[in-house]
C-alpha cells in the first residue's frame, strides 16, 4: 500500500489474524502508514495491539474507503501518524 491516491485507502479492516492473534484483531479497523519499502514487498504497516508498527502481509487487511468527514475525524483521534525508526523500511512479521 502505497501513499494515499485520490482512490487509495488510508484504512485497512483485518480479515485474517491467524497466527498472530495477540497482534491483530479480525474485524478492526487499522490505520496504514504510508511506507513505499513495505508495499514494494506485499506488506501494509499498520500499528498493532502492542502498540508498535509492523509490517503484515496486505492480504491480511481489506482496503475500505472511508466517507471524508469520517477518516478526517478517525485521524483527529488516532493522532499523528509514529515516525519511522527504520529508514527505508519496515519491520515486519512474517
Same mark, same amino acid.
Given at each position: 500500500? %502505497?501513499?494515499? $491516491?485520490?482512490?487509495?485507502?488510508? !484504512? ?10 495477540? $497482534? *491483530?484483531?479480525?474485524?478492526? *479497523? ?9 508495499? $514494494?514487498?506485499? @506488506? #501494509? ?8 508498527? @509492523?509490517?503484515?502481509?496486505? $492480504? &491480511? !487487511? ?18 499523528? *501518524?509514529? %515516525? ?5 523500511? #519496515? &519491520?515486519? %512479521? *512474517?
Amino acid at each position: 500500500m %502505497k501513499r494515499k $491516491s485520490k482512490n487509495q485507502s488510508r !484504512f485497512v479492516v483485518c480479515i485474517n489474524n491467524r497466527g498472530y492473534e495477540a $497482534s *491483530l484483531e479480525a474485524g478492526k *479497523l487499522y490505520r496504514v502508514i504510508p511506507d513505499d519499502e513495505a508495499a $514494494s514487498h506485499g @506488506y #501494509a504497516r499498520v500499528v498493532d495491539e502492542s502498540g508498535e508498527d @509492523y509490517g503484515y502481509a496486505a $492480504s &491480511r !487487511f481489506f482496503p475500505i474507503a472511508l466517507p471524508q468527514a469520517l477518516e478526517k475525524a478517525l485521524v483527529k483521534v488516532v493522532g499523528p *501518524l509514529p %515516525k519511522r525508526e527504520v529508514p527505508g523500511g #519496515a &519491520r515486519s %512479521k *512474517l
